[in-house]
């Protein structure tokens, strides 16, 4: 009695410390005027979910949570942080532009989705469970579905991810290049 009270002791220590790790490496992220240090905190914020998938007993989701987007997906974006190179740009210069009103509206519409959810919650509203197979979650079920029910959206996805890293060097390309008579010689 008193070791399975420890232990879920220690389940509430470590999912309040990966909660609060989560929340402050995502301030973070957007916080950061050093595009290299908000990618560094992402990979935090990243390792931290793989810790509450981890508390969830979704083992498979937390590593492919560390292996695929930790680590792959992050190499990735900071290889193009580190060859575009940093930017000299004031977001906030003039006023709040469409990006800060898209961004205060989309915080106030999850605000609100959150507070409906809980509401929903409390009512009892939510109470109803489904039943959750053996096979739910295992990597046979998740390929199944990735193959054949989502295959469009995963091959879209890496299509996208392609995009991405090549537009980075495209940008990384024309960032590099000097304009005409800058040179040595003019």
């Not at 979910?49 to 508390?55: G, Q, S």
């Not at 469970?129 to 579905?145: C, K, N, Q, W, Y």
Request: overall charge positive.
């Amino acid at each position: 009695m008193l070791l399975a009270t420890a232990g879920n002791v220690l389940v509430w220590i470590v999912w309040i410390g990966a909660a609060f790790a989560c929340l402050g490496s995502g301030i973070a992220v957007v916080s950061f005027r050093n595009p290299f240090f908000s990618a560094l905190a992402l990979i935090g914020n990243l390792g931290s979910l793989a810790v509450l998938y981890l508390l969830l007993s979704s083992e498979f989701v937390a590593a492919a949570q560390v292996l695929v987007y930790a680590g792959a997906v992050m190499v990735m974006f900071l290889f193009v942080i580190a060859y575009v190179g940093p930017r000299q740009e004031s977001p906030w210069a003039g006023g709040p532009s469409w990006q800060a009103v898209g961004a205060v509206l989309a915080a106030g519409a999850l605000l609100v989705e959150i507070i409906v959810v809980v509401g929903l919650k409390a009512s009892g509203r939510l109470a109803h469970s489904e039943h959750v197979d053996r096979s739910f979650g295992t990597p046979s079920a998740i390929g199944r579905l990735f193959l054949t029910d989502h295959l469009l959206a995963f091959e879209i996805t890496s299509v996208v991810l392609l995009i991405a890293a090549v537009g980075g060097v495209v940008l990384g390309s024309h960032a590099r290049r000097r304009p005409w008579g800058s040179g040595a010689g003019s």
